[in-house]
Structures are given as C-alpha cells and as structure tokens.
C-alpha cells in the first residue's frame, strides 16, 4: 500500500510519490541518484504499478476504454496509432474534435506519449525506431517502448512472439522466443535486462523506457556501465523475471 499526497491509500503510488522515493526531483535540472533508499526489485515492481495504476487514475468511461483498446490494438496490428478519422469511425465517437480532447486526455495522464500533436507511443509500443523489435507469427513487426514491454506483448495480446533486440554494449543482436507464456529460446544464452532511471524527469517513456534494455551477457552489460557511469547503479535482471514484470504490467491491458 502506497499513502498519496493528500494521505489516500492506494495500492498503487502515483507518479510523485515514485518520485519522491527515488529521491528524483519533480522538475528537470538537478541531477541525483534516482536509485534512493528502495530496493530495485521494488523498483522495477512500481515502475509495472504506475503504468497500471496511471488507467486505473484516468478513470475512464466503457466506451473511452475502448477507444484506448482499439488504438492500442491498431499499433499491435500496424505498428503505428490509428488516424483520428479512424477512431472516430470505430467508437462511433461524435467528432474528430472529440477524439482530439480524448487523445489529449491520455497523453496528459501518460498512458500515450505526444510530439508536434502526433501519437509516437502508447505503452507498450512505439511508433518510431527502437532497440527492440518485436514480430508476430504472421510476420509483421512492430517495436516496443524497452525491453520489459517487448515481452509484456506477449501476455497482452496473447500472441507468440519474437524479439529481436540490440545490445548497447557491441550492437550484436539478441533473439527471444516467447511462447504460451515462457521463454522458447534465446540467442545468446546469456540475456540479461538492465533497468536504470534517466537523469531527467518526465512520463515514463522517457525516463526509464530509454533504460530498460536487454544486454547479450552480465560482461557486456558490465563493460557499458563502466562508459556510462551515470547509468552504473541500474539493476540487472534474468530473463525470466523480465517476462514476470511484462505479464504483469500488461497482462491485462486489454481486458
Ligand atoms: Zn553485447
């Protein structure tokens, strides 16, 4: 249980409560270590509740839902937002301005990110280029927001899918296989997923999303931190608890 800013108790804590644990300014500027006095399992564990817990605060009616549904839907299946004629037309929604102030809505509470009045992601996928690849059977591919949302996809749209991912040590390229909800295969054996905060604040995409990567060994992930030492207290994390934290951030996404 969480306690809020005005006292509430929650399950979940809202974005400045995480903030205020990890000892991370509100604003962007200062820089501080963003791993305080938590563990990282619990970390990890919050970042999954906050994403989870940002719909539950959007507090949105049945019929917005769904338009959240069939945008998340459209990227899953085009790798790209549907246009807002599209989401007019599919919730038979009275205006594109009705759409505009609904999209306007989820970007505000950090369920899709924005830039120049264009949708580029919505958890857990992105419109635009990213280290991880995700691909369906029938073969298309779309790209994911980090490494744990790669997986996330998964248990979200109950499809098997395959990862492709690039390690930022060496570039090389690390294959997962996930199927009926386990880890097929993986090439190289020895994946492991580096979680780290950003040094500045804003919506999750940002502030972790570029810091949740799969490494292709401990070595390499080892050998990056030593270049990249603002980045050097992240955790580290197995496979198989990636796929944990995927399942349940998105299990339910859709339902
Ligand atoms: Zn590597």
């Known amino acids: 249980m969480f306690t809020d800013e ?9 974005v400045d409560t995480l903030r205020k644990a990890m000892n991370e300014p509100t604003c962007c500027g200062a820089v501080t270590p963003a791993f305080g006095k938590i563990t990282v399992k619990s970390l990890m564990d919050q970042i999954g509740a906050t994403v989870r817990g ?10 917005e839902n769904e338009a959240r549904k069939f945008i998340l ?18 919730m038979k929604l009275p205006s594109v301005e009705a759409v505009h102030k609904f999209i306007e809505r989820l970007h505000k ?32 591919e779309i790209y994911s927001l980090c490494a744990t949302d790669a997986l ?24 997962i296989e996930v199927k009926d ?3 097929a295969s993986c090439v190289p054996e020895g994946v492991v997923e ?10 999750t995409a940002k502030t972790f999303c570029p810091f949740m990567n799969f490494f292709c060994s401990k070595e390499h992930l080892e050998k990056w931190r030593e270049k990249n030492p603002a980045s ?7 496979l198989q608890q990636v796929l944990e934290h995927g399942k349940y951030t998105f299990g339910d996404f859709l339902k």
Do not use: W
């Not at 940002?54 to 019929?63: D, P, V, Y």
């Not at 992601?121 to 298309?140: C, E, L, M, Q």
């Open 6 to 14: 005005s006292g509430r108790l929650g399950n979940v804590p809202s």
């Open 54 to 63: 940002r719909l539950a605060e959007a507090n949105l009616t049945q019929s």
């Open 73 to 90: 839907k459209e990227f899953a299946r085009t790798g790209k937002p549907p246009a807002e004629k599209a989401i007019v037309e599919a």
């Open 109 to 140: 509470a950090d369920i899709l990110t924005m830039e120049g009045g264009e949708i580029i992601s919505a958890y857990p996928f992105s419109a635009r280029k990213t280290r991880h690849k995700v691909a369906f059977p029938d073969g298309h």
């Open 152 to 175: 996330g996809i998964h248990f979200m749209l109950g499809e098997n899918i395959v990862v492709r991912s690039r390690c930022p040590e060496c570039e090389g390229e690390m294959k």
């Open 181 to 183: 909800g386990k880890i």
């Open 194 to 203: 580096s979680v780290s905060s950003g040094d500045h604040c804003g919506c």
């Open 232 to 238: 050097a207290q992240g955790e580290m994390y197995q």
